[in-house]
């Protein structure tokens, strides 16, 4: 049993500011108000205890009000990505069997093709309050949360977020990272993704303050890092990058209290990290996933430097192998163990055992070095395989990430008639860029075979809600003119 | 199920300092290998998975390689009191049906009346090595330590410590006090009272560093709060009193990077943490006993000043609350329900729930304040019923403890023919003091039933191994001339 987590805070910390927005806080008694009110007027709507909810809106102060009144009315949540196409949410809604859809206002035309008995937030809040039953404690395998995953690879799967995966998720995090009474940790990923709910649970569990930005906002972030206003944050690489850029351009650094960003959703350029560690911004690199409940590995500070570009090690409670390895560099799939894995997905799926043997299989090569550091090389699904040799994209985008005049770059494997596969960049140029410099470029770092065979200059990247690449969509545009 | 701590830490941080006792120190990867050179040859004296073995020792280095060996050998560990009798130990030797019972050199003579398989730590180290499997993991309902209740009151009885409890109880804790990459706990416990042994448990789940001493040295703490070597440490009254004079003597306050004061064992005497205020030392008052493996609740520094004698709130993952209380204000026993609380006993009482109703009942009064804040009163079995009033030993000694002549005082019942029982005061003086002027010092601040009919002079006051105050046998004493 676990105390239910709004309740259990309210009591111990009610004055501790929970929630930043904009120029507005609220503490977690405040939040608890907010919350408690939004869920008798759920209840007011025939949203009760065990029911599941879908929830379709922006980032912001209203929707961590919804969610935590979705907790305490004991609802289990099914978070929408608010990107998705109104197909996408129709067949996730659908698949889901959710009750009812709390869309926010101006979101309604999103859920137009749904059957889902549709609530608009503005009428919700317009509802009568009526008294709902508190649970005190919370049971440990109690689906707290439902997510898709993110589509970057195969189909939409429901994953089960349990009570104690996201518990699990947060304590463990919080050995690797430590701490601090005035820690206050920066969103400005979406709510709807594990990163972004992640960081909500941390909140009411360690009794800590959450900054949130409905929008990821580089030069606010620059500022709240130099000023040391926020002391933690989570970043995907091309947000780092931006926020690099800031600090480079007025040549400032992080505050002395800046303690963590922790970098995920794919490896980050070394020539980022090399570029933060000039900006005093101390990068974790981290590894996990939807089905993982966030964090699974985490390269700790005091190893930043030394394992760049790892991963690092598995956090306290968890466990990770390489399926196959009998010797340290081995490469395999990634599989993991611990009490933040995934019990299962609904609708469709919800057959599908997310185990193998107890263990989840994770769809990324990696492999760990003599010291036991994970680096994952590369998604098994983005493997470029030419000729009969693996090519990692990420190697690629690496060794191109630190070329002066680019500013991102997706590497993706085209259909070729001889090698079976060959590399093609798509890249975000900063000016103009000749190919013939660019091949050389390469040529200088990577093996022949792992040069682009084309570069293809372009104003963006396909990425998902956090600025994750869609490698799959890349793909897809290698077969366009 | 959860990691085996030892192999885990020595794998996550390998090269961080796990120990330190006198000028020696050793990383978790040299207590690792410590440890398991003992526990195979442990396993050489047929001691295996499963097993229960006891311990008696003193509170040093060894002695931690020794119960690190016991866990990684899978044995559950009796862990023995060093302070008791001969007879004392027989007893719980005989109550806890060990295999064996490992002496360290120079005790020999303490187990003599005891029956059980007698293994001298000198020949144990001596023995050869016998390969053993390691769990990797560990189930969360294994019993890893065995401690008799103290006996400040009734009949000792063999507590069962699980890796949950102990889990909980580090994490729960954690999100209390915070965690810091640099921090280092100053044990001076006792590591067979839970008060000692949680430190060590705290050390490899945190990757934290013990310094361990094996005997309380108030000047040596004193300078290492001073000079930042130790962040936190865990005392009682006395102790903390001691601490304090020491830097009182020099003028010297705590080190900005000293943290926590963790005051347990019961209640600090107010003018004891106006004086720790003064040194900059944050005194965090905490409540916990065996059978909760510690802490259980803890007042946050935040609310050191504003609630100054309260034992604070529960841990997030705890639930406290009074026996039959309706108001805030209302006094009764103080009953505790969580993950961190004993499922059961060993022995002659293994037969006995320690729950009622699923909530511990702890012989102690307490009560919360309108802001739900817990204040312990008085352990029940101490208290003074006079002429039909409640009195509270401990709110007696708060007052005399104030009296600049007085360095120790010890309050409990004495039998009287018309009141049934009248407090009784036993005081270590620094000089001479008249038993008037403590009288009416009594009576200026104490309602008049509540001020000692007797004050008895004493070089010093009956305390176990963790300088807790036994009142049971001041007790004792009131019957003596």
């Known amino acids: ?81 608010s990107r998705l196409t109104e197909k996408e949410i129709a067949w996730q809604l659908d698949d889901s069997g959710a009750s009812a859809v709390l869309v926010f206002d101006g979101l309604e035309n999103n859920v137009a093709q749904s059957n889902v008995q549709t609530l608009l937030f503005s009428k919700v809040k317009e509802s ?4 709902i039953e508190l649970q005190e404690q919370w049971e440990s395998d109690r689906t707290l949360t439902i997510m898709y995953t993110s589509g970057t690879t195969g189909f939409p799967k429901g994953v089960r977020q349990t009570v104690g995966n996201h518990v699990s998720s947060a304590l463990s995090s919080v050995l690797n990272l430590g701490l601090a009474e005035d820690d206050v940790w920066l969103c400005a990923m979406p709510l709807f993704h594990i990163s972004g709910f992640s960081i909500l649970a941390r909140s009411v569990l ?25 002391t933690r944050m989570s970043v995907v690489a ?25 970098a995920g959703g794919g490896p980050v350029p070394v020539d980022y990290l ?10 974790l690199q981290t590894y996990g996933m939807t089905e993982t409940s966030s964090q699974t590995a985490t390269l700790a500070a005091s190893d930043a430097i030394r394992k760049i570009g790892s991963a690092g090690k598995p956090l306290f409670f968890n466990q990770i192998k390489i399926k196959d390895a009998n010797n340290a560099g081995d490469k395999g799939e990634v599989l993991i163990r611990g009490p933040h894995v995934t019990p299962g997905y609904i609708g469709r799926f919800i057959e599908l055992d997310p185990l193998e043997d107890g263990w989840l299989p994770t769809g990324d090569i990696g492999y760990f070095d003599e010291e036991g550091y994970l680096y994952i090389v590369d998604r098994r699904a983005d493997l470029i395989i030419s000729g009969g ?50 091949t050389a470029f390469c040529e200088e770092r990577l093996a022949r075979y792992k040069v682009p065979k084309v570069f293809r200059f372009v104003d963006q990247l396909p990425r998902n809600a956090s600025n994750k690449l869609l490698r799959r969509e890349l793909k897809e545009w290698t077969g366009l003119k």
């Open 206 to 230: 360690y009794g800590m303050e959450v900054r949130l930005y409905e929008k990821f906002d580089a030069i606010q972030a620059a500022k709240e890092i130099q000023t040391g206003t926020v």
């Open 128 to 131: 009568a309050e009526e008294p």
């Open 389 to 438: 040799e693996n090519i990692y994209p990420a190697e690629i985008e690496n060794v191109l990430a630190a070329h002066p005049g680019i500013l991102e770059v997706g590497v993706c494997g085209q259909e070729h008639a001889e090698w079976g596969s060959v590399p093609i960049a798509f890249i975000v140029a900063s000016g103009s860029l000749e190919v013939d410099e660019l």
């Open 274 to 283: 090399d570029r933060a560690q000039n900006r005093k911004i101390p990068v």
């Open 1 to 81: 049993m676990i105390p239910n987590w709004l309740l259990q805070r309210a009591y111990l910390t009610p004055h501790k500011i929970a929630l930043s927005f904009g120029d507005e806080k609220w503490t977690f008694v405040q939040l608890k108000d907010r919350a408690l009110t939004l869920a008798r007027k759920l209840s007011a709507n025939d949203l009760n205890e065990g029911d599941r909810i879908a929830l379709l809106g922006p980032s912001n102060a209203e929707m961590v009000f919804v969610i935590h009144a979705c907790m305490l009315a004991g609802l289990e949540i099914v978070m929408l990505n």
């Open 238 to 262: 091309l947000t780092l990058d931006k926020i690099l850029r800031e600090l480079e351009k007025k040549d400032a650094v992080a505050h002395l209290s800046f303690k963590t960003m922790l």
